[in-house]
């Protein structure tokens, strides 16, 4: 794909009219960065697993250890970089699955509008959307193992059906436009129209959801894993690392504090990334 | 209105639809579940021949269609069986602990409307001068901070540092005693004439109550602000202006109207999640609950337990989502014409 | 009717002199007025043609300082009664827009507020032109009247009813309605009932005319069209892309099309008898944002040379009150 310099440098204006979503992209690219290296780069690679070091517990932040140590003597700043690659690959793993699912059922549904299809399609839609979403999420991640694929999972059955009613929005206003009339008068195929015709016009709003729920994931996962029910000891998450430091408040809150702040600057990121892409897409949704 | 009320009898029919869907739903994750349910619900120790006894009562047995029908003539009723971790009906655990968590929901979800809209307003009204760029500022801030972050930030502020609220400890102080009539514990004080045990039961409110609500109030608020300045733009609002109206009765009547539709139209959902969230601040604030109860439940594997929690949040967010559609159609006269959103 | 004025008592009701406007987007700075001047009598019927985009909506909006936020005045002057519109105090520009102009917009479906009722943005308008005090009663009852005079005659209906209950053609009335109610001097009708049917515009149209000749008011009226321009008004301002190309008495323009713009504008409009199949104008509207420094039509004229790209064209008097803004007017034809 070839984009000239125009081009970008409008989107760019886009993407930075007001000025603080530029924030956001540094925040995001900062954590995506420290995700995908932070075990180089972390200050103590080894304590993000399994490690101990009792003489060296409960330390308050230090030039030694910035953000403290732990009970085992970990140091916290290692383990919160640590926990960034979980908690990135969450957010892109449920929001990869929730949305190509949620497409192809509200498509499907929204192009045969008013068929049998459609009302049973929308209303197991209606179904996942009547249960509070966090209590699906915790029902389901109870009875099954808890770990960070089921947490997963939990979240993705409950966030697909988003996408199914934001797709199926725009596949049964465009079934009636003239492109996809004509499209079916010259012998297209259903596949065909759903994904040459219809989906590139629901591309843009997709993609801007995508970019703005990324931090409602991380919050529903940190959520999850606060409960107990992402991942497990000795792997870091930054919600069982604020749960367990809420016993030890207020004398040892560098375990909360830290974890805390580190959680919502991510979603801040991202928040502030997809209001930026939004603009930029001009698919403002609010 | 006749079309008002023919609307809602449609949506009434289709909510019926929804639960019947749910309780297939719930039922299936009951069954997915690894394990024997009979063993599973009457525990290791149990001897043989009562686990089969068992089995036999509670069809399991039987082909799962027929199962169904045994459950959900059994749930009908208002029969949910046994919790396995408190040994008690469902259902008379539901009928404790309901209430309380109802009460934190209604003061988290409806009281802060207000205040998101007012930000909202002030925030257009200023647009792109201190009081807007405080709000939005503020705004940010406040909806990445997960709620369980609220929860645990305002029991190290209030529990530590500055204990002027409770923050710990149940809903009203010891020695306080209110008698039940509605549940709602402010309320039930208000009815009793006993002022002072409703300021004490507002004042363990407060903080979960806060806790559960900060994030949505400043997302509607951002809401309101953004389709206020949307429609600032629309040609009705240049028509009125145009006519001489003065700024004052155009904002506050003529583009506040239209611009808080859609923020009360999506009040369902934030309810809902408000009940999500509950479930992580019930725990931390030990407030006496539904959600921790069902927080026992889950993490101790109680199924009916987490079955009967579930229909019920399904019950109250189909109700729940009745009464947006009929506000947002009182407010939104368009709204009662088109039957499908 | 004749430009001066048959006793020279016409000052101008509404001047726009060398009105410039520009829109904010994204940082970049699109020059939609590019110096307008028209002038409005008392009871005066002008007209604006022009393409669709050329700026005919905004520079009524510009009159009615109702532009919306990211637009900025570059210069130029707009004056009611005497009074710069851009330099009035909040009460003096409130009562400019509550007795003086009124606007009725192209859409009106958009143009009323769809969650309040007719009665209730009615009253609530004509409330603040009425003195005040004015009895709820007789606000009712004026609106009422109003609603009659636009062919409205159940108006207790109407005033129940949203605007979504109503036909277009229906809105359209009502918001004539809102204008002429309070009795304003001068309406600005941007493309009257362009997006109903052709029936319905023409009723609209003719209900405009009459109102506009039966109360005196002064009307500038917006179309693409050239046919309602040529039978509801007597003065004519043809506009491109953000200017003034030709203006004069709408017979003579008609009869003398002196710029070429205008000139091909009329080969446009097919002829009854069908000898003439329109040719179209070849070429597109300049980019807004990087206009030509000259004149604005010249990448698509086809008399265009050097001296028409470098500096903007005088506007010359070509015969009394017929003006034209091009080097060569009237040399063209």
Not at chain 1, 94 to 117: D, E, M, Q, T
Not at chain 1, 259 to 284: K, R
Not at chain 2, 180 to 185: F, I, Q, R, S, Y
Not at chain 3, 275 to 288: A, M, Q, T
């Amino acid at each position: 794909m070839s984009v000239d310099k125009k081009t970008l440098k409008r989107y760019w204006l886009k993407y930075s009219q007001s000025g603080i979503t530029i924030i956001g992209l540094v925040i995001v690219a900062g954590f995506i960065f420290l995700a995908l290296f932070g075990k180089h780069i972390a200050p103590y690679p080894d304590h993000i697993g399994s490690f101990v070091d009792f003489a060296n517990a409960s330390k308050p932040p230090s030039l030694r250890h910035v953000f403290g140590t732990d009970l085992m003597g970990r140091d916290i700043l290692s383990r919160i970089i640590g926990a960034f690659r979980s908690t990135l690959l969450m957010g892109v793993i449920v929001l990869c699955v929730s949305a190509p699912v949620g497409f192809i059922v509200g498509v499907v549904a929204g192009y045969n509008k008013g068929s049998l299809i459609d009302t049973i399609l929308m209303r197991i839609t209606d179904i996942f959307l009547a249960i509070p979403p966090l209590v699906l999420a915790l029902a389901i991640a109870s009875v099954l193992e808890p770990n960070m694929t089921n947490s997963m999972l939990a979240i993705t059955v409950m966030w697909w059906p988003w996408y199914a009613r934001l797709s199926y929005g725009v596949a049964s206003s465009l079934r009636a436009e003239n492109f996809i009339i004509y499209s079916q008068l010259v012998g297209a195929s259903a596949p065909h129209i759903i994904f040459r015709e219809i989906l590139p016009v629901c591309l843009s709003s997709i993609l801007t959801k995508m970019t703005l729920d990324m931090g409602y994931v991380i919050i529903m996962g940190a959520t999850l894993s606060y409960a107990g029910l992402g991942e497990q000891a000795p792997k870091p998450a930054l919600g069982s690392m604020i749960s367990q430091g809420v016993k030890y408040m207020p004398a040892q809150w560098w375990f909360t504090v830290f974890p805390a702040l580190t959680i919502i600057l991510i979603i801040l990121g991202f928040n502030l990334f997809g209001d930026g892409i939004s603009g930029m897409l001009g698919t403002d949704e609010k | 209105m006749p079309s008002l009320f023919a609307t809602v009898l449609k949506r009434l029919g289709w909510a019926i639809v929804v639960l019947i869907g749910l309780s297939v739903l719930i039922f299936s994750l009951m069954r997915i579940i690894p394990g024997d349910p009979a063993r599973l619900a009457l525990g290791p120790s149990a001897p043989e021949e009562v686990v089969e006894r068992y089995r036999a009562r509670m069809h399991y047995l039987e082909p799962l269609p027929v199962q169904y029908y045994f459950w959900l003539r059994d749930v009908s009723k208002g029969d949910f069986g046994t919790s396995t971790v408190t040994k008690r009906p469902v259902t008379s655990d539901l009928a404790e602990f309901l209430p309380a968590t109802l009460e934190l929901v209604i003061w988290a979800g409806i009281p802060p409307i207000f205040f998101a809209l007012i930000l909202g307003v002030l925030g257009a009204m200023y647009r792109d001068r201190w009081p807007d760029y405080l709000i939005r500022f503020g705004s940010y801030i406040i909806i990445a901070t997960p709620t369980f972050v609220w929860a645990v930030l305002f029991l190290l502020v209030f529990g530590y540092w500055l204990p002027v609220l409770p923050s710990i400890g149940g809903r009203l102080s010891m020695g306080m005693e209110v008698r039940t009539v509605t549940g709602l514990m402010v309320l039930d004080a208000l009815i009793a004439g006993q002022p002072s045990a409703a300021w004490d039961a507002f004042a363990h409110l407060l903080l979960p109550a806060l806790a559960l609500s900060l994030g949505h109030t400043m997302q509607e608020a951002r809401l309101t602000r953004s389709y206020m300045l949307e429609n600032e733009g629309k040609d009705y609002i240049t028509m009125i202006s145009s006519q001489g109206v003065p700024r004052k009765t155009i904002n506050f009547k003529f583009l506040l109207k239209p611009s808080v539709i859609p923020t009360v139209s999506i009040m369902g959902l934030d309810i809902a999640a408000i009940f999500g969230n509950a479930f992580l601040v019930e725990t931390i604030f030990n407030w006496p609950g539904m959600s921790r109860y069902a927080m026992g439940a889950i993490l101790g594997k109680d199924i009916n337990a987490v079955c009967g929690v579930v229909l019920i949040l399904g019950v109250i967010f189909i109700t729940t989502n009745l009464l947006v559609d009929i506000v947002v159609m009182i407010l939104d006269p368009r709204m009662r014409q088109s039957r499908s959103k | 009717m004749t430009r001066d004025g048959e006793n020279g008592m016409n000052d101008p009701l509404l001047e726009l002199s060398d009105m410039s406007v520009s829109f904010d987007v994204y940082g970049r700075k699109y020059h939609v007025l590019d110096g307008i001047s028209l002038t409005v009598r008392k009871g005066e019927r002008i007209g604006l043609v022009g393409e669709s985009g050329c700026g005919k909506t905004s520079t009524l909006k510009a009159i009615l300082r109702v532009l919306p936020r990211n637009a900025v005045i570059n210069g130029g002057t707009v004056s009611f009664s005497g009074k710069d519109v851009y330099k009035m105090s909040g009460r003096e520009l409130d009562n400019m827009r509550r007795l003086g102009a009124g606007m009725i917009f192209q859409d009106p479906s958009s143009a009323l507020n769809p969650v309040f009722t007719i009665e209730s943005q009615f009253l609530t308008a004509l409330r603040y032109s009425l003195p005040p005090n004015t009895p709820k009663h007789e606000l009712y009852e004026k609106a009422a009247r109003a609603l009659e005079s636009v062919m409205l005659p159940d108006s207790g209906r109407i005033m129940k009813s949203y605007p979504y209950q109503l036909s277009g053609g229906m809105k359209q009335r009502v918001c004539i309605a809102m204008t002429i109610a309070a009795g304003r001097e001068l309406m600005l009708a941007d493309e009257p009932g362009t997006s109903l049917d052709v029936t319905i515009q023409d009723q609209i149209l003719r209900l405009i005319n009459q109102l506009v000749l039966d109360g005196n008011i002064a009307v500038i009226m917006v179309s693409h069209s050239l046919g309602v321009i040529r039978e509801s008004t007597g003065y004519v301002n043809i506009m491109y892309a953000g200017t003034v190309v030709e203006s004069g008495n709408t017979e003579e323009v008609f009869k003398n099309p002196a710029h070429p713009y205008t000139v091909a504008l009329m080969a446009c409009v097919p002829k009854l008898t069908g000898e003439d199949l329109s040719k179209g104008i070849p070429g597109r509207v300049p980019d807004y944002s990087r206009p030509p420094s000259g004149c604005r039509f010249s990448s698509r004229c086809k008399f265009a040379k050097e001296i028409c790209l470098g500096t903007k064209p005088p506007r010359i008097e070509i015969a009394p009150n017929h003006f034209v803004s091009c080097y060569f007017a009237g040399e063209v034809i």
